[in-house]
């Protein structure tokens, strides 16, 4: 079964840190772009922040200086670093690839994306 698995969500104090991470099974992400996207309670999904299948990053300017995102093709894992959380971080936040529409070079609208997982629940709340 080919699915995305994300976790490390919970709930954390303002200025406070997570990491999440999204697990592929049943396909190896080495060939994907993988982006995280973020939907804030009782609004649409938008793309945080992407990495390549070469491990190039692009990110939301307001997520620049405080988020990162990795990956680790050896555990078919991509981990979002989010550091200096601010209650706008607030959401429920989603992984998701693509593969050959993109060539595995850029994310784009979650919709149009291959695979994508349930979500993980973050809350910035003091």
């Known amino acids: 079964q080919l699915q995305l698995v994300e976790s490390g969500g919970g709930v954390v104090q303002p200025g406070g840190s997570l990491r999440l991470s999204c697990v592929a099974s049943?396909?190896?992400?080495?060939?994907?772009?993988i982006g995280w996207y973020r939907q804030a309670p009782g609004k649409g999904r938008e793309g945080s922040t992407c990495i390549s299948k070469s491990g190039k990053s692009d990110y939301l300017d307001s997520n620049k200086d405080r988020f990162t995102i990795s990956r680790d093709n050896a555990k078919n894992t991509v981990y979002l670093q989010m550091n200096s959380l601010k209650p706008e971080d607030t959401g429920v936040y989603y992984c998701a690839a693509v593969g050959a529409r993109t060539g595995g070079d850029y994310c784009i609208e979650y919709s149009a994306m291959d695979y994508w997982g349930k979500g993980t629940l973050v809350t910035v709340s003091s």
């Open positions: 049943g396909f190896a992400l080495d060939s994907y772009a």
